[in-house]
């Protein structure tokens, strides 16, 4: 039996009217926690187009209050939060100061806030792209250091880990790397601020999906970042775009080779013995597959989660068989 937990983003799934549904729907599917879409509440679609809602506007306590529902929901379909997604943008490049202070002091620290309510222990932040701008991934760094160091004594005190996550950025129609894509870079910092602190308030997302578009080497990068890793954004795409559709759904070429380096996935987490979650970033797949197939639709996510923890777990469990990577 597989011990890994697989999970899935309640965005697509759950709704504020009756979350109780969303989450049983999940739990129904053979999934046993969720990857909480509280950048849902502030889109990045809308951050982009520089409109800012008034949500986080809210006092904490009243941000409780509207999410009692939900928690409560959680604990009645049986299931567990394990990660959250901060809003993001969380900084704009070229946008008015009030918006970006806004972001970064008042939706941020109220996502931590939102985040230790349901008791979740990780939340996943964007790192700033600001390479073009400054001239540099270092002084690129130094901004986001500079945000994560406004709220590591927060983290520390609600005993949340704060994952940065290798993100993408576009010149023109040409994607290339954006923030947190070195994986020694990503160690050294990471083991900086945790060692500043005594406590583990940062940590690593890694993102199969924007690996892929870079064409970051899977096994290599996850093996140096070893126990620094927490959490996983679980998604596949044809190399070009971030579609963010089911694993094993690309292929490269008419002799069905994934598009998406799954082998060294598992290789990789296998050779750190991961024991976090294997949670699917695959909300699109939701609105794209017809209403009356969702619950079909998660249950094969469910599958193919099962799949990776059979794999990642083959040679670590005495008696298992050899696995095929």
Same mark, same amino acid.
């Given at each position: 039996?597989?011990?890994?937990?697989?999970?899935?983003?309640?965005?697509?799934?759950? #709704?504020?009217?009756?979350?109780?549904?969303?989450?049983?729907?999940?739990?129904?599917?053979?999934?046993?926690?969720?990857?909480?879409?509280?950048?849902?509440?502030?889109?990045?679609?809308?951050?982009?187009?520089?409109?800012?809602?008034? #949500?986080?506007?809210?006092?904490?306590?009243?941000?409780? $209050?509207?999410?009692?529902? $939900?928690?409560?929901?959680?604990?009645?379909?049986?299931?567990?939060?394990?990660?959250?997604?901060?809003?993001?943008?969380?900084?704009?490049?070229?946008?008015?100061?009030?918006?970006?202070?806004?972001?970064? $002091?008042?939706?941020?620290?109220?996502?931590?806030?939102?985040?230790?309510?349901?008791?979740?222990?990780?939340?996943?932040? $964007?790192? #700033?792209?600001?390479?073009?701008?400054?001239?540099?991934?270092?002084?690129?760094?130094?901004?986001?250091?500079?945000?994560?160091?406004?709220?590591?004594?927060?983290?520390?005190?609600?005993?949340?880990?704060?994952?940065?996550?290798?993100?993408?950025?576009?010149?023109?129609?040409?994607?290339?790397?954006?923030?947190?894509?070195?994986?020694?870079?990503?160690?050294?910092?990471?083991?900086?601020?945790?060692?500043?602190?005594?406590?583990?308030?940062?940590?690593?997302?890694?993102?199969?999906?924007?690996?892929?578009l870079i064409g970051l080497d899977f096994e290599d990068f996850i093996?140096?970042?070893?126990?620094?890793?927490?959490?996983?954004?679980?998604?596949?795409?044809?190399?070009?775009?971030?579609?963010?559709?089911?694993?094993?759904?690309?292929?490269?070429?008419?002799?069905?080779?994934?598009?998406?380096?799954?082998?060294?996935?598992?290789?990789?987490?296998?050779?750190?013995?991961?024991?976090?979650?294997?949670?699917?970033?695959?909300?699109?797949?939701?609105?794209?597959?017809?209403?009356?197939?969702?619950?079909?639709v998660l249950r094969f996510i469910a599958q193919i989660g099962s799949?990776?923890?059979?794999?990642?777990?083959?040679?670590?469990?005495?008696?298992?068989?050899?696995?095929?990577?």
């Amino acid at each position: 039996m597989n011990t890994l937990s697989v999970g899935v983003q309640s965005k697509n799934i759950v #709704f504020d009217k009756y979350p109780i549904e969303g989450f049983e729907m999940i739990k129904h599917a053979g999934l046993s926690c969720c990857d909480f879409s509280l950048n849902s509440y502030l889109t990045n679609t809308s951050l982009y187009s520089m409109e800012i809602n008034d #949500f986080f506007s809210q006092s904490v306590e009243k941000l409780k $209050h509207f999410f009692t529902p $939900h928690k409560e929901a959680v604990e009645t379909a049986g299931i567990y939060i394990n990660q959250m997604h901060m809003p993001y943008p969380i900084y704009i490049p070229g946008a008015a100061m009030g918006i970006n202070d806004y972001l970064m $002091h008042t939706v941020a620290p109220k996502s931590m806030e939102i985040c230790a309510f349901f008791g979740c222990p990780y939340i996943v932040v $964007h790192g #700033f792209k600001l390479t073009r701008e400054l001239g540099s991934e270092a002084a690129e760094w130094e901004q986001t250091e500079s945000f994560l160091e406004s709220l590591a004594p927060l983290a520390k005190k609600l005993s949340i880990t704060i994952c940065v996550e290798n993100i993408y950025t576009s010149i023109g129609s040409h994607i290339i790397e954006g923030p947190c894509c070195d994986a020694r870079k990503a160690v050294e910092r990471i083991d900086r601020m945790n060692e500043r602190y005594g406590a583990e308030v940062l940590g690593f997302c890694f993102d199969t999906g924007h690996a892929n578009l870079i064409g970051l080497d899977f096994e290599d990068f996850i093996t140096i970042l070893g126990n620094r890793l927490k959490v996983l954004h679980i998604h596949d795409n044809d190399g070009v775009n971030d579609l963010h559709q089911i694993p094993f759904t690309f292929t490269q070429n008419r002799e069905n080779e994934s598009s998406t380096d799954w082998a060294g996935f598992i290789r990789g987490l296998r050779a750190i013995q991961f024991n976090g979650v294997l949670s699917f970033e695959t909300a699109p797949v939701l609105s794209s597959f017809p209403e009356i197939m969702k619950q079909d639709v998660l249950r094969f996510i469910a599958q193919i989660g099962s799949y990776f923890a059979g794999e990642i777990e083959s040679d670590l469990i005495p008696g298992s068989e050899n696995s095929s990577f």
